[in-house]
């Protein structure tokens, strides 16, 4: 038997164990790379969550860096982010808008006042339609949006303290702005 | 009742001929139009299921488009819809939908930088197998007995009749 040959079992198995290896440094699969990072924040005119409903456009969103927020009332994990989101707008000042996604616009206002209103503006997306724009497939999902309308970073699930400190807080410090705070 | 005159045997086929067709016409509806939704006509309505069945749910990593149920799938199949009914290209519905989902909703990946492993470890793993097999080949062919072995496998042969 040659040298090679009897390296060859043990190469295989270096390889197979490198894949594996990598398999485990992967993230959740059920994550998606987003591919609107790098991409203007998508056209919308929506009805807002106010008392008396108004209407917002992308242009009400451009002008400054801010989040916008995926959410619903169906959506626990909304529940267990709002904390951090009521957080992130006091501590950072940073300018929050919500997406209303596929949600009844009564249990969200009355959601709202339950819980507290981070958001500088929600906008209504009872259909999902923004949300296929904006490549949501679950809720809650987060986008860093700058101050000349494109995506900077999308979130998938739950963003908290940990998430803001070691994503999005690094970004908008390259971003050179970070609101207010 | 077209089987009166056939009395009460004939009347309990053709029920049963009937009922079984219906349940063939349910499954087949069940099986094609999702949303109850209608198209102009057949073409349209086989461009439609052809272009679901190229798209993975993206939340639910192994079902189509077609196939799935879930709240987003149904929201994709009423882009594709709409897409359709403003008389968008195919391709530019894959487009549409790349843009918004990536690589991950289609399920005939596009060749680049980026899917290479994914395109072509299979073709490298086959060759490496057929690196590996020709090389067994090679050597079992070298190994012809020299005329001192060839005598002693005679003799060891011989030994045990």
């Known amino acids: 038997m040659s040298r090679l040959q009897r390296l060859l079992p043990v190469a295989a198995f270096g390889v197979l164990a490198g894949i594996l290896y990598l ?23 929506l009805p807002t ?9 992308r242009a009400d969103l451009v002008g400054e860096v801010r989040l916008v927020n995926v959410w619903a009332t169906w959506c626990p994990t909304c529940l267990a982010e709002h904390g951090e989101l009521a957080r992130i707008r006091r501590e950072a000042g940073m300018s929050i808008i919500g997406v209303n996604y596929k949600d009844d616009p009564a249990d969200a206002r009355a959601w709202l006042s339950r819980h507290g209103d981070p958001y500088d503006f929600n906008v209504v997306d009872a259909a999902g ?41 690094p970004l908008l410090a390259q971003l050179g702005a970070a609101g207010d705070g | 009742m077209g089987s009166a005159s056939g009395g009460t045997a004939g009347g309990t086929t053709s029920a049963l001929l009937g009922a079984v067709a219906f349940s063939c016409a349910v499954a087949t509806f069940g099986a094609s139009p999702i949303d109850g939704f209608d198209f102009p006509d057949a073409a349209a309505a086989e461009r439609y299921q052809a272009l679901l069945s190229e798209f993975r749910c993206p939340k639910c990593l192994n079902e189509s488009l077609a196939s799935s149920g879930a709240p987003i799938a149904v929201d994709l199949r009423r882009t594709v819809r709409r897409l359709m009914a403003a008389g968008a290209a195919d391709d530019e519905i894959r487009a549409h939908l790349r843009a918004r989902y990536g690589d991950f ?53 011989d030994r045990n009749p």
Do not use: C, M
């Open chain 1, 49 to 57: 969550l106010g008392a008396p409903p108004g209407r917002a456009t």
């Open chain 1, 23 to 45: 398999g485990f440094t992967l993230r959740d699969p059920k994550l998606l790379p987003s591919a609107l990072v790098g991409h203007p924040f998508p056209e919308f005119d």
């Open chain 1, 129 to 169: 339609d923004l949300g296929v724009d904006l490549g949501v497939y679950g809720a809650p999902e987060t986008f860093l949006v700058d101050a000349g309308g494109t995506i900077r970073y999308k979130r998938v699930g739950e963003v908290d303290r940990r998430v803001w400190d070691e994503e999005i807080a």
């Open chain 2, 105 to 157: 909703v289609l399920y005939d990946p596009p060749l680049r930088p980026g899917t290479w492993l994914l395109w072509f470890s299979p073709l490298a793993l086959a060759g490496v197998a057929v690196a590996v097999l020709a090389r067994a080949g090679f050597r079992r062919r070298g190994t012809a007995l020299t005329g001192a072995e060839h005598e002693r496998v005679v003799r060891l042969l």
